[in-house]
């Protein structure tokens, strides 16, 4: 994976709105850390993929919906470094036509294009992808395989999220990441040191992250989640949301996408225009990539004639 990764830079952020309000703000921008694999999920995978290889097996299989980004980079590192991949995908109505699921998923076509092979299940069978019952029935299928979590949080994953922080990075007083599964922030708050602050942008509704994150994490107990900038849950976006992108992306040459590092961003914003940082503080937020999964919700926005993210 290392062949293709490229050197990533702490890119300051100029908005006009924010520029006269004592508060430095930059982002890390691993969405170009791999031309293919970008951002944490580059991170995630890693280590995953020693320990697959370790273990002699040839089959990577793991969990997402329909737009997801893991998908589309697990598939790619398979097609890439010689694995077999295999999809559990929500929603069995996608299989009903295959072809017709992939002229209108860029994700899934992506996916099927390095090789993935799909298992569409139903939403209610998904909820129990975890369970052992579930796991030996997918053995029996497909035999024997390496299983890589939904969004590829686990311990290794963690792991590799650890060294997305760089010497470099010491400088700074807060850092800020967007939460899917809470294994990137838990490696950046193993990493952090004792004096910075992590803050977190969940971009889904629920408490039970905190739990989740906890039980990656040691004994830095220096971060907190800011909950007020999900709008509305996962994969829920809106038509301020989409503006505030574009806006974004106008002003500083930076693409965010609307699920995670879009919400994380206007959080940041916001928060800096509510004069929530004390002046003089030096804020670095990370870019966990996801812009692959921009076509998907631009699809869905345009059927909903709201604005679209522009590229």
């Not at 300051?12 to 969405?31: H, P, Q």
Request: hydrophobic share 35%.
């Amino acid at each position: 994976m290392d062949n293709n990764k490229k050197e990533v830079l702490n890119q300051e952020v100029n908005l006009k709105e924010i520029n006269d309000l004592g508060v430095s703000l930059f982002i890390k921008r691993e969405d170009q850390i791999h031309p293919f694999i970008s951002g944490n999920k580059y991170r995630k995978l890693k280590y995953n993929l020693f320990k697959a290889d370790e273990q002699n097996e040839k089959t990577l299989l793991t969990f997402g919906g329909a737009f997801s980004n893991h998908i589309s980079a697990v598939a790619f590192v398979g097609k890439n470094f010689g694995f077999k991949t295999i999809g559990v995908i929500r929603g069995e109505e996608l299989g009903y036509d295959l072809d017709k699921t992939l002229s209108q998923n860029i994700t899934l076509q992506t996916a099927h294009d390095h090789g993935m092979q799909f298992e569409f299940v139903s939403r209610s069978e998904y909820r129990f992808k975890h369970t052992k019952k579930f796991i030996n029935e997918l053995k029996e299928k497909f035999g024997n395989f390496y299983l890589i979590p939904e969004g590829g949080t686990n311990e290794l994953a963690v792991k590799g999220c650890e060294e997305i922080l760089k010497p470099k990075d010491n400088d700074f007083d807060i850092i800020c990441s967007s939460i899917g599964t809470g294994g990137t922030i838990a490696g950046i708050i193993n990493s952090t040191k004792s004096y910075q602050k992590t803050l977190g942008f969940p971009a889904l509704k629920g408490d039970f992250l905190e739990k989740e994150i906890e039980k990656y994490t040691i004994q830095n107990k220096n971060w907190s989640l800011s909950t007020d900038y999900h709008f509305g849950g996962f994969g829920k976006v809106n038509s301020e949301l989409i503006t505030f992108i574009n806006n974004f992306k106008e002003e500083t040459n930076i693409p965010l996408d609307p699920i995670y590092t879009g919400k994380m961003m206007f959080g940041i914003v916001d928060l800096i225009k509510k004069e929530y940082f004390k002046k003089g503080t030096r804020i670095l937020a990370i870019h966990t990539g996801g812009l692959q999964g921009v076509a998907g919700i631009n699809s869905r926005l345009q059927k909903k004639n709201l604005p679209l993210v522009k590229k």
